[in-house]
């Protein structure tokens, strides 16, 4: 779709009046990453409706997208909605149905639906629309391995050439990462988490690494159906909490305990 194409889709996809959910920006900062904890406050729909795709009895993504910029609010929603698992994996949503949900057009969704189908986060069936994928606990050990390849050693090097001032710059977004795991929202926490680890990533100055580390990143957020569909709180507050050490430790240098914490901080993603 051309750009002018999209943005006369996404302008008549919204009716005027809707309810809005802000943006997190892709660099947000630590007031951005608080305020996405509005993500997790349901809408009006009432339990027992007909849920997304024709599910009876299914309660589907709750957020209501405001007329803002359509553009990337869909896929943020549905985003949210596969990590808090209100999107279940195995599972088909139709288009139609979701647009329903989020007082706008299939159209948006569907564009939305085909950029989670490229990330892996859901197939399409054909005449039906589209199912989430099922992932196991294999394919999430294998996504913490690959995360550790890539972000330990450049963590390790950054450790070791970024000076001090510059982590201490980071410590507002990882007392962000505190306060949201505080709630218990797995989807707040998930943004807030990836917005800490982009921060620290985009001290080496290599956007490809950024990028290609938050996808695998997003990719392992997304809940397995045989665990529990979102990690607990408790479990959130101790991942944040590693955060704060980890900082603790550059500044301090302590070499030994950064590569530590960090290996320790995969091997619980």
């Known amino acids: ?44 729909d009432g339990p027992g409706a007909t849920g997304p795709g024709g ?14 910029s359509v553009r990337g609010q869909i896929l943020d929603a549905l985003r949210t909605a596969l990590v808090s698992g209100e999107l279940v994996p195995g599972e088909v949503y139709s288009a139609p149905a979701l647009g329903e ?61 970024v000076p001090v001032e510059r982590w201490t710059e980071l410590r507002p977004l990882a007392e962000s990462t505190v306060r949201a795991a505080s709630s218990g929202c797995a989807a707040t926490y998930a943004e807030s988490d990836r917005a800490f680890h982009r921060a620290v990533l985009s001290l080496a100055g290599n956007g490809q690494l950024v990028q290609i580390a938050e ?3 997003r990719r392992s957020q997304w809940p397995v159906p045989s665990g ?10 101790a991942d944040a909490s590693q955060h704060m050490t980890l900082l603790d430790a550059l500044t301090a240098r302590d070499f030994d305990v950064v590569q530590s914490l960090v290996r320790e901080h995969f091997a619980g993603a």
Do not use: K, Y
């Open 228 to 237: 529990p569909v979102t990690r607990g709180r408790a479990d959130l507050v």
């Open 101 to 161: 949900q989020f007082g706008v057009s299939a159209t948006p969704v569907r564009e939305a639906m085909q950029r989670l189908a490229l990330e892996g986060a859901v197939e399409v069936v054909p005449n039906r629309g589209f199912r989430v994928v099922e992932r196991g606990a294999r394919e999430l050990a294998e996504l913490a391995e690959v995360r550790a390849l890539i972000e330990v050693p450049v963590m390790m090097r950054l450790a070791r050439t």
């Open 1 to 44: 779709m051309t750009q002018g194409a999209q943005d006369s889709a996404d302008a008549s996809g919204v009716p005027a009046g809707v309810p809005v959910v802000l943006r997190v920006p892709a660099q947000p900062s630590a007031g951005d990453v608080d305020r996405a904890a509005g993500w997790c406050v349901r809408g009006a």
């Open 55 to 68: 599910r009876e009895g299914a309660e589907g993504p709750r957020t209501r997208v405001r007329r803002f």
């Open 215 to 217: 996808d695998l990143h």
